[in-house]
């Protein structure tokens, strides 16, 4: 089983660590940014990761529109979005800029950790049906 | 040219304010009051734009967005509520809803969704014409590959005719025996005696390609 690659943005320290600390323990490979505008550096240096987990409000650039300039260089990476403001227009908005989910802030780390699981496994399935595309094509 | 509207809620307020405004607005506009009766209208004509009720009697929004899905991919389904929720709203769009809007609304606000579902609608359907035009040509290719291997160089001209009708647009109306024996000479002539012809026939394949990739990661 490979080992999965996520990016967690976050301008809370103390959710940054808890959810470094987790991840790790499920032997996941981490970085993480406490803004949008350092995520979208790291991307552009590392652009392989499964999965992205990104807060909506941020200081700066908040989370939607990160995910809207995620989408220009990575249309299909997986993003999660959280929020401990949920409202009817930023999950529709979210959704429409297809993330993977919309996660409300408390979250239960379980149910969190099966989201992730499973937008990292449809990311695996993703890649690998394009590698077998491009052994195919013309 | 004019778009189709269909409403669906079991209220009829809602269906005779929606139906007024959006006739005067130049739609033509249908309207149903249950999920059964709003996938009945689906089935005797398309639409551009359902505009439909999230919890009705019969059934909700939902399963409706969910059953039309497959046979009406290109219509913008615009979900309506007097009672949102996250939940219900990300159900919704991840269902494939164009949207999710909170009624009371502000019938000027709703014109501007409804205009845009509308050109959401066009832009889907171009789409999907292209990726057919897409499958359809990829399977012509793989047939005359396997001619070409059968019969020799012969057919390498008439690859040309069908990519360079493909791109002009109408894939689904060459079928070979169309050509005449004369225009069949004629088209072995050209390509003879210009061989780049038959390179930029294939190139300009590749641009129809292109083009239906480039507009296929331009939606959504």
């Given at each position: 089983m490979d080992t999965h690659k996520i990016l967690i943005v976050d301008d809370e320290l103390l959710i940054r660590d808890l959810l470094y600390d987790y991840f790790l323990s499920k032997d996941y490979f981490i970085m993480t940014a406490s803004s949008a505008e350092e995520a979208m550096e790291i991307v552009e240096q590392h652009d392989d990761f499964d999965v992205v987990l990104t807060d909506i409000?941020?200081?700066?650039?908040d989370g939607l529109q990160f995910v809207e300039d995620l989408r220009r260089s990575h249309r299909n990476m997986p993003v999660i979005v959280m929020t401990a403001f949920p409202s009817v227009e930023t999950a529709v908005e979210a959704l429409r800029k297809r993330v993977y989910d919309y996660i409300v802030k408390p979250f239960n780390i379980n149910r969190l950790y099966s989201v992730v699981e499973a937008a990292a496994k449809e990311c695996h399935h993703d890649k690998k049906a394009h590698e077998r595309e491009v052994v195919n094509g013309e | 040219m004019e778009s189709k509207l269909l409403v669906v809620d079991d209220e009829v307020f809602v269906r005779e304010l929606l139906a007024e405004y959006f006739t005067k607005l130049n739609y033509q506009v249908r309207t149903a009051r249950s999920a059964a009766e709003a996938l009945q209208q689906m089935g005797m004509e398309s639409f551009h734009v359902a505009l439909i009720d999230l919890r009705m009697p019969d059934g909700g929004g939902i399963d409706v967005l969910r059953a039309v899905r497959k046979t009406a991919a290109d219509l913008s389904i615009i979900i309506m509520t007097g009672y949102p929720t996250v939940d219900s709203a990300i159900e919704a769009m991840r269902a494939g809803a164009y949207d999710y809007v909170v009624k009371p609304f502000r019938l000027k606000e709703l014109d501007n969704i409804v205009t845009k579902a509308v050109a959401a609608q066009r832009h889907r359907a171009e789409i999907n014409q292209l990726r057919e035009r897409v499958t359809e040509l990829e399977a012509r290719f793989a047939n005359l590959k396997r001619r070409e291997n059968r019969?020799?160089?012969?057919v390498g001209p008439r690859r040309f005719t069908i990519i360079e009708k493909a791109v002009e647009g109408?894939?689904?109306?060459?079928?070979?025996?169309?050509?005449?024996g004369p225009q069949r000479h004629r088209i072995r002539e050209v390509a003879r005696q210009d061989p780049s012809l038959y390179e930029e026939a294939v190139a300009s394949r590749r641009e129809f390609r292109d083009k239906a990739v480039s507009l296929l990661e331009e939606s959504s």
């Open positions: 409000k941020m200081g700066g650039i | 019969e020799g160089v012969e109408e894939p689904f109306q060459i079928e070979q025996p169309a050509l005449t």
